[in-house]
């Protein structure tokens, strides 16, 4: 069983930059992946990130070169750095836990409540 909390969502300018962590309580959280998706309004839930748990990634191809997934396994703890934020990337912010380092949601058993970043042109 993993709970998964997310933080430091907020509202930035365009060109800005901010990081979302998210902890996780659970003794098995190095096993997982951990991926982020997120949900613009009047959109549907898409994939953004995934590390595995030996540390490989995957990105969106909207977000290559801006955004940066990371892992601390000592604090339990998932990272998405992003930097030159854009409008678009405005959405909820959901990381998840997984099995293996996939980019659809059906592969994740585990979800957090997520958190709202504003982009503002």
């Known amino acids: 069983q993993v709970q998964l909390v997310e933080s430091g969502g907020g509202l930035v300018q365009a060109g800005g930059s901010l990081r979302l962590s998210c902890a996780a309580l659970?003794?098995?959280?190095?096993?997982?992946?951990m991926g982020w998706f997120r949900q613009a309004p009047g959109k549907e839930r898409e994939f953004v990130t995934v590390?595995?748990?030996?540390?490989?990634?995957a990105y969106t191809a909207s977000v290559k070169g801006r955004f940066t997934i990371s892992r601390d396994n000592a604090k339990n703890t998932v990272y998405l750095q992003m930097n030159s934020l854009k409008p678009e990337d405005t959405a909820v912010y959901y990381c998840?836990?997984?099995?293996?380092?996939?980019?659809?949601?059906?592969?994740?058993?585990?979800w957090g409540q997520g958190t709202q970043v504003t982009v503002s042109s």
């Open positions: 998840a836990a997984g099995q293996n380092g996939d980019t659809r949601q059906e592969a994740y058993g585990y």
């Open positions: 659970g003794r098995t959280f190095s096993s997982y992946a």
């Open positions: 590390i595995t748990w030996r540390g490989g990634t």
